[in-house]
């Protein structure tokens, strides 16, 4: 079920079988959806253009323009160009899914669908459309700023820019998994986004830039909050702890996550002594990003010892 800001959220469903409209249109709007539809590309592009919507579900084999034609016109159009695509296609190929990236699209979904499946992916793409959105809303005011004070806030308007492209990054994500999908938009936002936000909000914001910052922070939870139960439930680690656990996996030294957290070496080195601590690791020679890939290959389900 979409959370209650997307209830109003209309998405275009494109299919040249009736009944695909109808069971696809009676299953959205179940769950708190607006639905349009159309019959072929033409008439899908001719809607897109009257009427933007927020999402577009796409078949790919249509008399006329197929699914692959219309998200390629879509992607070429910078008015049109950020509404998310998932495509719905009896074709299990890769190829035909690699094809259906390259051309724009944000998901692949095969026939025949699962109506959680379908729900869950459009829930979770809106979610990432609207952060993206408050995040561009953000750059602009920041914009703003830097062209009213001085230009040492110019460096505060390139970091949220680098912001907005991570998270457009994360947005284009193209795992077919959900799970790997959750991991993934996890690992892009602790690594990229929140090191970003915190370094502005240390340089002071406008009363109307904190009020948009709180607001994306918290879009942001609302995509964390399922997924980093592990590592902070089960052993105690802080957000702090979290985050850097994400790099560490990643292989990064402690030269290089102290540069992107802006932390000292000494800094980081205690909060591994801190993680080692919390894991069990102590006393034991055992490799601290080893144990914590262990974790994550077995769910963190097993002992660090284990």
């Known amino acids: ?13 494109v299919d040249d079988s009736v009944t695909n409209l109808q069971v696809l249109g009676s299953m959205l709007r179940d769950n708190g959806y607006k639905t349009a539809v ?11 253009r009257r009427r933007k919507p927020d999402l577009i579900l796409l078949d790919i084999a249509m008399p006329g323009l197929d699914g692959f034609e219309v998200c390629a016109r879509l992607t070429e159009d910078p008015d049109l160009a950020s509404i998310p695509v998932i495509f719905l296609s009896v074709r299990t190929e890769t190829s035909e899914k690699v094809r259906a990236f390259k051309c724009g ?103 109307r830039q904190a009020t948009w910052m709180g607001m994306i922070r918290a879009s942001i939870e609302k995509i964390l909050s399922p997924a980093q139960k592990g590592l902070t439930q089960q052993y105690g680690f802080t957000s702090t702890e979290t985050q850097l656990a994400e790099l560490i996996k990643q292989g990064l030294s402690t030269k290089e996550i102290a540069s992107m957290l802006k932390l000292s070496k000494r800094t980081i080195d205690t909060h591994r002594n801190n993680m080692r601590r919390k894991l069990g690791l102590a006393n034991t020679s055992r490799n601290l990003r080893a144990c914590l890939l262990d974790l994550e290959s077995a769910g963190d389900a097993g002992s660090p010892g284990a």
């Open 38 to 48: 159309a019959e072929d590309g033409e008439a899908a592009l001719v809607f897109v």
């Open 105 to 207: 699209g944000v998901d692949y979904i095969t026939k025949p669908f699962q109506r959680e499946e379908v729900v869950a992916r459009i829930d979770a793409h809106l979610q990432l459309q609207k952060t993206k959105k408050m995040l561009q809303t953000a750059n602009e005011a920041l914009e703003q700023r830097v062209k009213e004070r001085t230009s040492e806030l110019m460096a505060s308007n390139a970091k949220l820019e680098e912001a907005n492209i991570a998270l457009r990054v994360l947005l284009e994500q193209k795992d077919e998994s959900r799970g790997i999908m959750q991991e993934t938009m996890v690992s892009n936002l602790q690594q990229s986004v929140l090191p970003l936000l915190a370094q502005l909000e240390s340089e002071g914001l406008t009363a």
């Open 1 to 13: 079920m979409p959370a209650e800001t997307d209830a109003a959220s209309l998405i275009l469903i």
